[in-house]
């Protein structure tokens, strides 16, 4: 156990439904990471927060994904209108901003499904 | 988006051998060169990392070998176990890591 937790740990719903999922990171951490994960794959980028700033998204986020992080700590991800290309695993890390050391601590993850 | 290149995508160890992945990647601003293991059904967890100013660091059975020049870096695991069986992934950046695609390495009892 890591310390970050994710919550729901596995989600099922059906096409055109929206969900959301939480993050929470190690308390002290600044920095939050989401990434998706599909199958055979590595965890690819989505977004991430440092404090309550969303300082990048990736092209994979599009407009139907939205994420939070209102107080700087916990986060969400929201999925509206979901498609079963959404289908994947939602894996939150966060790590300390130290300037020489990005080690990020990963949650168990949300396993989306949508059918 | 920069790319990280992992190979094998699959590797299998008889207990006791020696298990070598390698990476390849492209963009030489990367700073930060990390290893994460996965277990089925868990988030991938931190290995060991290196930074480009080091050749190698070692930590237990577990060593990275690191060729700034050639843009390459490889993971030896000594002594491979059962246990170690489990994915592997490098990844590569700085605020923001990019992932390989993944090795599955398989530990023969």
């Known amino acids: 156990d890591t310390g970050v937790s994710q919550d729901p740990r596995h989600k099922i719903t059906k096409r055109g439904q929206n969900v959301t999922f939480r993050c929470d990171p190690i308390?002290?951490?600044?920095?939050l990471y989401w990434y998706r994960q599909t199958l055979g794959q590595g965890p690819e980028f989505l977004t991430y927060f440092q404090n309550e700033a969303q300082l990048e998204k990736s092209r994979l986020l599009s407009d139907r994904f939205s994420a939070e992080r209102p107080k700087g700590s916990f986060s969400t991800l929201e999925i509206q209108r979901t498609e079963q290309g959404d289908s994947a695993m939602y894996l939150c890390?966060?790590?300390?901003?130290?300037?020489?050391?990005?080690?990020?601590?990963f949650g168990p993850g949300t396993r989306l499904t949508v059918l | 988006q920069q790319q990280v290149k992992q190979s094998p995508q699959s590797l299998i160890v008889q207990k006791g051998g020696i298990s070598i992945i390698n990476c390849a990647y492209e963009?030489?601003?990367?700073?930060?060169f990390p290893w994460y293991q996965q277990f089925p059904g868990k988030g991938p967890a931190l290995l060991i990392a290196i930074r480009p100013d080091v050749s190698e660091k070692k930590e237990g059975r577990f060593t990275i070998s690191f060729n700034k020049s050639a843009k390459q870096f490889s993971l030896h695991i000594m002594d491979s176990q059962p246990g170690d069986s489990a994915t592997y992934f490098c990844?590569?950046?700085?605020?923001?890591?990019?992932f390989g695609k993944g090795t599955r390495l398989h530990i023969l009892p």
């Open positions: 990844a590569a950046g700085d605020d923001k890591i990019i």
């Open positions: 308390s002290e951490h600044n920095r």
């Open positions: 963009n030489t601003a990367f700073d930060y």
């Open positions: 890390a966060s790590t300390r901003e130290i300037s020489f050391v990005n080690e990020q601590f």
